[in-house]
């Protein structure tokens, strides 16, 4: 016998579609005055206006998501609530829109009120049902690609035909048959397990447990498709989704039945005799997987009391704690619970972290960049099919775990009604915080009501992967957080920003250590500048003093042997004079007594004076230097034997008499000899005598010729002037 009411017929007879009902298609454009409308519809009697009458005014908005202008196409899904006819009760419709964009400069004609650089329109088409989306995804893309490219919006014949065609197969009841076919189309599972990997489960039950879920993601069709991919886990929701547009809606309860037979070789059949699907949009729940802002006081609304949504507008995410209970944000990958019993409930057992960790290891290990959505060994592990039966298998195991339990309850005083295969309790492998907290919610008690209560008995109330925790668990719980921490990629990051900045500190180094070297180059060979300046000074100082001595040492030898030449010359020429005198024989007139000096001061000291001139020559050759001429202005005296010389030639122009002799100055010998007779004669001599002047004068001479005389000259002379020893002058004769 069939079952009363199963998946097969709820989308055959109705429960998910309305026979009645014909796909529309229809055109939004956004208007730069007056923002998304609609433009025109094609399935509909000529100027009716289905918007109008249905009351969908949130139309354009859901049409045009926010931020498909960022992308040259984009999908949007959302659903509409078709009110309540006389033929037909309320019931919810599915939409699908592919928007585009087209550079207005390409338009072969240009509208008047297209002011913008860009055109942006909407080709929608609206459904009973969105099984078959997959399908009809590829099929609008493909007719709104086409019109585009026409670059004339004014012909829409294409778009007239592609509505004919989908009514034609409403019609024929193609949409209708084999509901199985291509109904997972674009759903990627694969995708949601290995993005979420063992938080996949958390979100299926999660959706069990009917809370304000809000998923965010900048891209419209993934943000639409992780919510398809989700429900779709949940075996024949799909085609039971004729409550989801509205939190008033509730046809499925009153339609449902509970099944009286079964035939366990027809899946369908068992699926439907176990109570599934779990009707997780019934009344005051909704599901919106593109909801635009506009629709936000539907989500504040009393009457609302779960729902699953996704927006792209990140105003949500600055409201998340007033509109949702938990947010998956698929921009993040992130999962965020608000609500502090619902972490607690959604908390996985060690079973249950056992089997997801199953699945995405058989995922991962399959997983084919280049094509996602199926396995690159081709194979059925890991495939979509793959993950759809290991997941029903886990929700006939939860409810038949849950039957058993409350038929543990009901008879927990009575040991003989227990099963004696089954070991304790078996829904503690699923977490008793979540059976419980699920035990609350309105699709449990709709299943509970609508069900057998010894499930059990045909399902096996045991969890896929039962036991506790083991070393298997607690390594591959060990893997999965190293992965989860996504090591390898910070490390290559890390190694990355590393290398960067050990390239950047060994540059730097570089740098420092040779401008370092440079500057201790410069300061050394600044250091040997200055000591080769230093050294160059010092040469240049000790050459000028050498230079400036030697000159000092030569001018003074120079002036010494000038002086000594010349006045051994100057002494010898008079030498020389007097010699010729003595042999003329003029030194006899100094007997004469008319010259008044008596004969004690003539020549009579014949031997003595020639022994005194054979000296005086002597001394002038043991000099070396030849005789000349004397001169009163010679260089070589100085100034005060200059003076001392003219003195005497004034004096001596004043004796008339004396005018054929030379100075007296001028013989040595005359000088000493007249000063000895002198001595002898008065024994004394007035200072003003010419004679004692040139006695002294004859011994400053001398003093220069030759030092060690000088002082015996000066006593000599020093005693005569004063007239107390003139009879020692011989002792000077002895000197010389």
Same mark, same amino acid.
């Given at each position: 016998?069939? !079952? *009363? =009411? #199963?998946p097969?017929?709820?989308g055959?007879?109705? !429960?998910?579609?309305?026979? %009645?009902?014909s ?18 519809w094609?399935g509909v009697?000529e ?5 109008a009458?249905y ?7 859901? &049409?045009?998501?926010?931020g498909?202008h960022?992308?040259t196409?984009?999908?949007?899904y959302? *659903?509409?609530?078709?009110?309540? #006819?006389?033929d ?12 585009r ?12 009120d ?8 909407a ?8 099984q078959?989306?997959g399908m ?11 019109w ?6 004014s ?9 004919e ?5 409403? &019609?024929?009841?193609q $949409?209708?048959?084999?509901?199985d076919r291509?109904?997972?189309?674009g759903? =990627?599972?694969?995708? $949601?397990?290995?993005e979420f990997r063992?938080q996949?489960?958390v979100?299926?039950k ?16 993934? $943000?639409c498709m ?7 886990l949940?075996?024949?929701?799909l ?6 547009a509205?939190?008033?809606l509730n046809?499925?309860?009153?339609k ?9 070789s ?7 005799y176990?109570? $599934? ?29 779960s729902?699953?949504?996704g927006?792209?507008?990140s105003?949500?995410l600055?409201?998340r704690?007033r509109y949702?209970?938990?947010l998956?944000?698929?921009d ?11 972490? #607690?409930?959604?908390a996985l ?7 997801i960790?199953f ?5 991962n290990? #399959?997983?084919?960049?280049a ?10 592990? @890991? ?11 886990y929700l006939?195991?939860l ?13 927990a ?9 089954i070991? %304790?309790?078996p829904?503690?492998d ?8 699920w035990?609350?919610t309105?699709n449990y ?8 209560s ?5 399902v096996?109330?045991?969890h ?9 668990d ?5 893997q999965?957080?190293?992965q989860?921490?996504?090591?390898d990629e910070r490390?290559?990051?890390?190694k ?6 050990l390239?950047?500190g ?5 740098t ?7 500057d ?5 060979e600044?250091?040997?500048?200055r !000591?080769?300046e ?6 240049a100082?000790?050459n ?7 000159g000092?040492?030569a ?10 030449a010349r006045a051994g010359?100057?002494i ?21 007594p008319?010259? @008044? ?13 020639k022994?005194k001139t ?6 002038v050759?043991k000099? @070396?230097?030849s005789?000349?001429?004397?001169a009163? =202005? ?20 004043s ?7 030379p100075?007296?100055?001028d ?9 000895? %007779?002198? !001595? ?5 001599s007035?200072?003003?005598s ?13 003093s220069?010729?030759?030092p ?8 000599n ?8 020893k003139?009879?020692? *002058?011989p ?6």
């Amino acid at each position: 016998m069939a !079952a *009363t =009411s #199963t998946p097969d017929s709820a989308g055959e007879n109705g !429960a998910g579609s309305s026979p %009645g009902f014909s796909p529309l298609v229809t055109v939004v454009d956004f208007h730069h005055h007056r923002g998304p409308e609609v433009e025109r519809w094609f399935g509909v009697p000529e100027g009716s206006d289905p918007a109008a009458e249905y009351d969908w005014p949130l139309l354009p908005f859901m &049409a045009l998501s926010d931020g498909a202008h960022a992308a040259t196409e984009d999908f949007s899904y959302f *659903t509409l609530l078709r009110p309540a #006819t006389e033929d037909s009760p309320a019931t919810s419709l599915f939409g699908i829109s592919c928007t585009r964009q087209l550079d207005a400069s390409q338009l072969l004609v240009r509208p008047a009120d297209v002011t913008r650089s860009t055109v942006q329109k909407a080709v929608v088409v609206i459904a009973d049902s969105p099984q078959f989306f997959g399908m009809l995804r590829e099929r609008l893309s493909v007719v709104t690609s086409a019109w585009f490219a026409q670059r004339e919006f004014s012909d829409t014949e294409i778009l007239r035909r592609f509505q004919e065609s989908l009514a034609e197969e409403k &019609a024929r009841g193609q $949409l209708n048959e084999e509901v199985d076919r291509d109904q997972y189309l674009g759903m =990627s599972l694969r995708e $949601l397990v290995r993005e979420f990997r063992w938080q996949t489960l958390v979100l299926l039950k999660c959706c069990l447990l009917q809370p304000k879920m809000l998923f965010f993601g900048s891209r419209c069709e993934r $943000l639409c498709m992780m919510q398809f991919s989700l429900i779709s886990l949940i075996p024949g929701l799909l085609r039971n989704l004729q409550d989801s547009a509205g939190p008033d809606l509730n046809s499925y309860e009153s339609k449902i039945s509970q099944p009286t037979s079964l035939r366990t070789s027809d899946r369908n059949s068992l699926l439907s005799y176990m109570g $599934l699907p779990l009707q997780i949009f019934g009344k005051g729940s909704l599901f919106g997987p593109y909801t635009p802002l506009q629709q936000l006081d539907i989500l504040a609304d009393f009457g609302t009391k779960s729902y699953i949504v996704g927006s792209t507008n990140s105003l949500l995410l600055q409201q998340r704690d007033r509109y949702s209970d938990i947010l998956i944000n698929l921009d993040e990958n992130t999962i965020n619970i608000t609500s502090t019993s619902l972490r #607690t409930a959604l908390a996985l057992s060690h079973s249950d972290r056992r089997w997801i960790d199953f699945i995405t290891q058989e995922v991962n290990d #399959t997983w084919d960049d280049a094509n996602p959505g199926r396995p690159k060994t081709m194979g059925y592990r @890991g495939s979509e099919e793959f993950i759809r039966l290991q997941f029903e298998e886990y929700l006939l195991s939860l409810i038949s775990s849950v039957k058993y339990h409350n038929y543990l309850t009901q008879n927990a005083h009575n040991p003989r009604m227990l099963l004696p295969h089954i070991d %304790g309790d078996p829904s503690v492998d699923f977490s008793n915080e979540w059976v419980e907290y699920w035990v609350k919610t309105e699709n449990y008690r709709i299943w509970n009501m609508h069900t057998d209560s010894h499930l059990f008995d045909i399902v096996e109330p045991r969890h896929p992967c039962a036991g506790g925790l083991t070393i298997d668990d607690v390594q591959r719980r060990i893997q999965q957080q190293v992965q989860d921490l996504h090591l390898d990629e910070r490390f290559a990051v890390g190694k990355e920003v590393l290398g960067r900045n050990l390239a950047a500190g060994r540059d730097k180094a570089s740098t420092m250590f040779n401008k370092l070297y440079a500057d201790m180059e410069a300061l050394r060979e600044a250091q040997r500048k200055r !000591a080769e300046e230093s050294q160059r000074a010092e040469g240049a100082e000790k050459n000028g003093s050498s230079a400036h001595h030697n000159g000092d040492s030569a001018k003074a030898q120079h002036t010494v042997s000038s002086v000594g030449a010349r006045a051994g010359a100057y002494i010898g020429s008079w030498t020389s004079w007097a010699d010729q005198k003595r042999k003329q024989g003029w030194g006899r007139s100094n007997n004469n007594p008319a010259n @008044g000096s008596g004969g004690g001061g003539g020549w009579g000291f014949g031997g003595g004076r020639k022994a005194k001139t054979i000296n005086t020559e002597l001394a002038v050759e043991k000099n @070396g230097t030849s005789l000349s001429s004397p001169a009163l =202005s010679s260089p070589g005296f100085r100034s005060s034997e200059k003076i001392q010389m003219s003195d005497v030639q004034l004096h001596r122009a004043s004796e008339g008499n004396d005018k054929r002799r030379p100075l007296t100055q001028d013989s040595f010998d005359e000088s000493l000899l007249d000063a000895a %007779g002198s !001595a002898d004669e008065s024994g004394g001599s007035s200072p003003s005598s010419p004679r004692k002047y040139t006695a002294l004068r004859r011994e400053s001479v001398s003093s220069d010729a030759r030092p060690d005389e000088h002082e015996q000259h000066i006593s000599n002379a020093s005693e005569t002037k004063d007239g107390s020893k003139a009879e020692e *002058t011989p002792k000077i004769t002895d000197v010389a």
